[in-house]
C-alpha cells in the first residue's frame, strides 16, 4: 500500500511536490512526512508544495506534517507551500496560523 | 404510493429523532477512518450539511487518535496486552443534538488544562501538531475532558445541527 503513494511524490527543480492523500490523518501522516523528509535529505530540495487537489479531508496530523517539514526546510531558507485547497482545509491551516509561515494557494 | 407515505413519515419524524449507537474498536491507526465514517453516517438521518459532518468527522478523529496514540502509548503498550487496548465510542442523537463520547481505559492525563493547551504535546517525536483539543473545541458546540491518570481518558463532545433545525421549521 505504502508503494503506491511513491508516486505522489515527485521532484521539479528545487521543489518537491507532495501530493497528499484523500484523507489526510495520523495513520497516513508518518509515511508521508519520512518519506517527504527522503527526499529532502537525498535530493537536496530546497522547497516543498502540498498538493491538496485529492484531499477531501484533514484533522490536525495534517498540519503536523507541515510544521515538521517547515522546520526542517526554513532552517535553510527553503519555503513551503499548499496548493488547490478547498475552504475546509484553508481554513484548518489558518485556525493553526499556518498562513503567516507558509504560502497558500487556492 | 406507499413508499412515498413511508419516506413522508420518516421525513417528518426527523423532529422527534432518538437514536444511540456504541462501539468498540482496536486501538490502531487504521480505525480513525472507520471511526469517523461511522459518526458520520450516524449523523445522516439529521440531514446535516457537509460542513458539519466535516466538523463531526475532525473532532472525531482527534478525539480518536488521542486515545491511540497517547491513551495508549507504547509504554502503556509494553506493560499490557492487547485485550486491553479498545477505543469506545457511543453517540447520541436528541432531536438536533448530538452527543459524542470517546474513551479509552489507558494511562489517562495528569494536567487536563496543560493538555488542552493549543500546541502543547507530550510528544513533539511523533510531530503531533498539539491541536488536537483545539480542533475538537473549534468544530464542535462543548468539549469536556474527564480523566485520571492510571484509568484512562473520556471526551464528551456536542454539537446542535443547525441546518437541520432549520429546515425542520420550513
Given at each position: 500500500m505504502e508503494n503506491n503513494y511513491s508516486e505522489n511524490f515527485k521532484v521539479i527543480d528545487n521543489y518537491l511536490m507532495v501530493r497528499m492523500p484523500e484523507e489526510v490523518d495520523h495513520h497516513k501522516s508518518g509515511y508521508i512526512s519520512r518519506t517527504a523528509d527522503d527526499y529532502i535529505m537525498k535530493e537536496g530540495v530546497g522547497n516543498v508544495v502540498f498538493d491538496f487537489e485529492d484531499t477531501r479531508f484533514m484533522d490536525s496530523s495534517g498540519i503536523?506534517?507541515?510544521?515538521?517539514?517547515?522546520?526542517?526546510?526554513?532552517y535553510f531558507g527553503g519555503k513551503v507551500f499548499a496548493i488547490n485547497t478547498d475552504t475546509r482545509i484553508k481554513r484548518t491551516l489558518m485556525i493553526c496560523g499556518l498562513h503567516k509561515v507558509i504560502e497558500i494557494m487556492e | 404510493m406507499e413508499l412515498g407515505q413511508k419516506i413522508e413519515n420518516g421525513m417528518e419524524g426527523r423532529t422527534g429523532i432518538r437514536n444511540e449507537m456504541q462501539m468498540s474498536f482496536d486501538a490502531i491507526s487504521e480505525n480513525e477512518a472507520f471511526a469517523r465514517l461511522a459518526v458520520s453516517a450516524f449523523v445522516m438521518p439529521l440531514n446535516p450539511t457537509v460542513e458539519e459532518i466535516s466538523d463531526i468527522k475532525t473532532a472525531v478523529s482527534e478525539?480518536?487518535?488521542?486515545?491511540?496514540?497517547?491513551?495508549?502509548?507504547?509504554?502503556?503498550?509494553?506493560?499490557?496486552?492487547?485485550?486491553?487496548?479498545?477505543?469506545?465510542?457511543?453517540?447520541?442523537?436528541?432531536k438536533d443534538m448530538l452527543y459524542i463520547q470517546v474513551k479509552d481505559t489507558g494511562k489517562g492525563i495528569e494536567d487536563i488544562a496543560k493538555a488542552m493547551e493549543p500546541l502543547f504535546t507530550t510528544r513533539p517525536e511523533l510531530e503531533r501538531s498539539g491541536m488536537g483539543f483545539a480542533f475538537m473545541e473549534a468544530f464542535m458546540d462543548r468539549l469536556e475532558v474527564v480523566s485520571e491518570p492510571g484509568c484512562g481518558t473520556v471526551v464528551l463532545m456536542e454539537k446542535r445541527l443547525r441546518m437541520a433545525e432549520e429546515a425542520d421549521e420550513l
Open positions: 503536523g506534517i507541515i510544521i515538521g517539514r517547515y522546520k526542517k526546510i526554513s | 478525539a480518536v487518535t488521542n486515545a491511540i496514540i497517547h491513551g495508549y502509548d507504547e509504554e502503556y503498550r509494553q506493560e499490557n496486552d492487547r485485550e486491553t487496548k479498545k477505543v469506545q465510542l457511543h453517540c447520541r442523537i436528541e
